[in-house]
């Protein structure tokens, strides 16, 4: 389950490199993110005091995180036409990078049963 999570956020990343910026590229970007974090939220309990638990807590930062940024720059930049939307482009890539790394360090870490860091619960 834990794997299917990551893969599923990593499969969001994909499509997003591989979409056109179109508003319905954007909702199919977004449809497996968003069915891994309710997979997340839904098997949480199931996976309490277990080693699959920091893992869980690691993917629902990555998610909120990267979903907060997402919102927060196009509020910001979006309204700044055509040196804003160069801005936004750049922090979209931003985050992506960010959200991929995320999603490569909890798999590789998960294959090797190594810990991950941990911080603030979301």
């Not at 939220?41 to 629902?60: C, I, K, M, N, S």
Request: proline fraction near 5%.
């Amino acid at each position: 389950m834990t794997q299917a999570v990551y893969l599923l956020q990593a499969l969001s990343i994909t499509l997003a490199l591989l979409g056109d910026g179109v508003v319905v590229t954007a909702l199919v970007v977004l449809l497996p993110g968003a069915a891994g974090f309710a997979i997340n939220r839904v098997r949480h309990d199931a996976v309490r005091d277990t080693p699959l638990e920091p893992h869980f807590a690691w993917q629902r930062r990555s998610a909120i995180v990267s979903l907060a940024w997402l919102a927060g720059t196009t509020l910001v930049l979006g309204p700044l036409l055509f040196i804003g939307l160069s801005l936004l482009w750049l922090a979209y890539a931003l985050v992506g990078l960010w959200l991929g790394w995320r999603v490569a360090r909890g798999l590789w870490s998960l294959q090797k049963s190594r810990p991950l860091p941990t911080d603030v619960r979301l």
